[in-house]
């Protein structure tokens, strides 16, 4: 949803023409009159650090954030692997798992 990443306050969930309106607040999506959740707007980057806390190896938590999302959207000959011919769509964290930097198809789109 759009609300991934953004700041704290009101976002649309869906289209915009036709979306649902929700509030975020504390990382959470919720509908507007308080009434149930809408959804995550969590990032990538978060979710990593959340399943390494959690327990799960780097190395797992790094290939549920990259190999498994390629193959549900059916663009694993291209992203989630690192080797020859693939698209180098790479993220390099630092040992807080914070972003640092960011490559798209091999050029610097963030950080360097």
Same mark, same amino acid.
């Given at each position: 949803?759009?609300?991934? %990443?953004?700041? $704290?306050? @009101?976002?649309?969930? +869906?289209?915009? /023409?036709?979306?649902? $309106?929700?509030?975020?607040?504390? +990382?959470?999506?919720?509908?507007?009159?308080?009434? %149930?959740?809408?959804?995550?707007?969590? =990032?990538?980057? @978060? *979710?990593? /650090?959340?399943?390494?806390? *959690?327990? !799960?190896?780097?190395?797992?938590?790094?290939?549920? *954030?990259? $190999? =498994?999302?390629?193959? !549900?959207?059916? =663009?694993?000959? @291209? @992203?989630?692997?690192? !080797?020859?011919?693939?698209?180098?769509? #790479?993220?390099?964290?630092?040992?807080?798992?914070?972003?640092?930097?960011? #490559?798209? %198809? %091999? $050029?610097?789109?963030?950080?360097?």
């Amino acid at each position: 949803m759009r609300g991934a %990443g953004m700041p $704290e306050g @009101r976002s649309v969930l +869906g289209s915009l /023409r036709n979306g649902r $309106e929700v509030v975020v607040e504390g +990382g959470v999506a919720r509908l507007p009159d308080g009434s %149930g959740f809408a959804g995550s707007v969590c =990032t990538m980057d @978060r *979710a990593v /650090r959340t399943a390494v806390a *959690a327990g !799960i190896p780097l190395e797992d938590a790094l290939r549920m *954030a990259s $190999e =498994t999302p390629s193959k !549900i959207l059916g =663009t694993s000959h @291209r @992203r989630g692997s690192v !080797i020859p011919g693939m698209d180098a769509d #790479l993220v390099r964290f630092d040992s807080s798992l914070n972003v640092r930097m960011t #490559l798209v %198809g %091999g $050029e610097i789109v963030f950080g360097g």
